[in-house]
């Protein structure tokens, strides 16, 4: 596996049905993880408004986004370059959700029309995301917000990525991950102000591999001395002018 790309291949294999706990896209393990990501951005002060447009740019399974039409009466739309993940999201999201094969660098959505723009567990895979963040932000509207999540560069995952990847076990192709400071720099150089910007711990979950058992536990030890230390780097960005 080439690691210095990350290529539709990767990602139909990633979205290929399993029934195995371990794997990445088991059922159970990605409806608890899209609850705990909606309260996640509610909690740091994300608020979901009737009729708001909201765009989940690589959605993958689809499984946040339908968590958030289950809630807010929001416009969902759903973009990502694997069929086999529009695929499981059409089985999960209401008829209603607009869904769209794609990539985040070029949204075939017009300028200035979501209302709040999700991507989580993209960024990281272009090694060069200037483009993804340009068109994040020609899509959003003044005012509107885009939540921004990479894993953090702070983090046991780091490690493990590159053990997986030296073992020829890593599924995604290329990844590199950011620091909430990292990512804070990189939007404003697209034009973003910066709202918030937060780290959170992967939960482990009891039917989970061993390493990501110890990934959760190494990174709680390393928070409770510095909060900067955790899996996940999120920031919270705006669009406060059209440039």
């Not at 020609?138 to 983090?155: A, D, F, W, Y």
């Not at 937060?198 to 390493?211: M, V």
């Amino acid at each position: 596996m080439d690691y210095k790309t990350s290529d539709k291949s990767h990602w139909d294999a990633v979205w290929e049905k399993h029934d195995s706990k371990n794997a990445y896209n088991f059922e159970a393990s990605r409806h608890v993880r899209a609850l705990d990501k909606v309260s996640t951005f509610v909690s740091h002060g994300v608020s979901f408004h009737t009729n708001d447009t909201v765009l989940e740019a690589g959605c993958g399974d689809g499984m946040v986004l339908a968590k958030l039409m289950e809630h807010y009466a929001i416009n969902g739309y759903g973009l990502d370059f694997s069929q086999n993940a529009l695929d499981e999201a059409e089985k999960v999201l209401p008829k209603s959700a607009h869904l769209a094969l794609g990539s985040v660098e070029t949204l075939p959505y017009d300028n200035n029309f979501f209302d709040k723009i999700i991507s989580l567990g993209v960024l990281e895979h272009f090694q060069n995301p200037e483009q993804t963040l340009n068109e994040m932000y020609r899509t959003l509207k003044v005012g509107g917000q885009v939540i921004l999540m990479t894993p953090n560069k702070r983090s046991a995952g780091v490690a493990d990525r590159r053990f997986k990847q030296l073992t020829k076990r890593w599924p995604f192709g290329y990844q590199t991950e950011y620091t909430t400071q990292q990512l804070s720099r990189l939007a404003r150089e697209h034009g973003f102000s910066v709202q918030t910007t937060f780290t959170q711990i992967r939960k482990a979950l009891p039917h989970e591999s061993r390493s990501f058992k110890m990934i959760s536990v190494l990174d709680q030890i390393g928070n409770a001395i510095n909060h900067n230390i955790g899996f996940y780097s999120y920031v919270i960005l705006t669009k406060e002018k059209i440039q």
